[in-house]
């Protein structure tokens, strides 16, 4: 899980987690998110991730691939 506590979003800090993430393992890189989380998957997109898969109209399955 990612979470950045409201009074440290909007910083880079999980742009900068995500960042360290991606350039430290193999790809594909796969996560779940949920769709109501708009922010959170607007981040996933703007760093590469796309959307693969929707499960039970709650959560995405996104995916990174360098």
């Not at 594909?28 to 898969?53: D, Q």
Request: glycine share 6%.
């Amino acid at each position: 899980d990612l979470y950045v506590f409201p009074e440290f979003q909007n910083r880079g800090i999980g742009s900068a987690v995500i960042q360290k993430c991606c350039g430290s393992v193999q790809t594909p890189i796969m996560l779940y998110v949920f769709i109501r989380n708009t922010r959170a998957v607007e981040l996933y997109k703007r760093m590469g991730f796309e959307v693969t898969e929707t499960i039970k109209d709650s959560r995405f399955i996104m995916r990174y691939e360098k």
